[in-house]
């Protein structure tokens, strides 16, 4: 029962903010513009391939954040590969999806500032754009959970600085939820052939990048990321 309130929370929180994307899918024209992927962290991969085709688990402390938070920096800086035009309300985007971000987080029990939950949320909403299907609460969940105890994380914080790892954590949650909505979003009011086409491209990008390796293998089920043949 408490697993049901807190999946029918989750989807109200992002149903509730769809409706608010679709004024920032003017977003459409901008993902026209630009298929780049929206972080761009070196040796960002958290997942091997040996983990995503067994499911393999270990036992792993979680990442810490001991950076003070950067939102509207981190929101600014992601909003920079849009048009000039645009960047002041894709800045206020980004800061909204951070809050729906933090909102989803504490309904899923997840503790404040978990970069495992933000990592996850950055895969699971490129996929709901790449796969063009969503993803229920429990795959979602599947994934954080897959991510804690595969190490992945906790490896990236123990080689960058304390002030990158916050940045990852806050630009990851960003444009996870970001995605998320826009998947929402496309689902109440298709967007044009190219600017679906687009946001799919800049998704598989994100994929790659977060993942090492071919999106079109990815699944995302009950048991985490797997890949298929």
Known sequence: MRRL???????????????????????????????APMINFANMAVMNNNAM??????????????????????????????????QAAMTQAFQHSMDIYQQIAAKM?????????AMAAFIVGNYMVFANRDVPDEEFAAVAEQLRQGGGTRRLAEKQ?????????????????????AYKSQQQKAQPEQ?????????????KLVLGTDPER????????MLVK
């Open 5 to 35: 309130r807190q999946a029918a929370l989750c989807a109200a929180l992002l149903a509730a903010s769809a409706a608010r994307a679709q004024g920032y899918v003017g977003l459409g024209l901008d993902y026209s513009m630009t298929t």
């Open 53 to 86: 085709n067994t499911g393999a688990r270990s036992r792993s402390k979680p990442a810490r954040l001991d950076a003070p938070p950067a939102v509207q920096r981190n929101a600014q800086e992601l909003a920079r590969v849009f048009p000039a035009s645009s």
């Open 109 to 117: 029990g997840w503790q404040r500032d978990d970069l495992d939950g």
């Open 161 to 181: 600085s304390a002030g990158t790892i916050r940045n990852l954590y806050e630009k990851s949650a960003m444009v996870g939820a970001f995605m998320a909505l």
């Open 195 to 207: 600017v679906a086409a687009n946001l799919r491209n800049s998704a598989r990008e994100n994929l």
């Open 218 to 225: 990815l699944q995302i089920d009950e048991r985490g990321v």
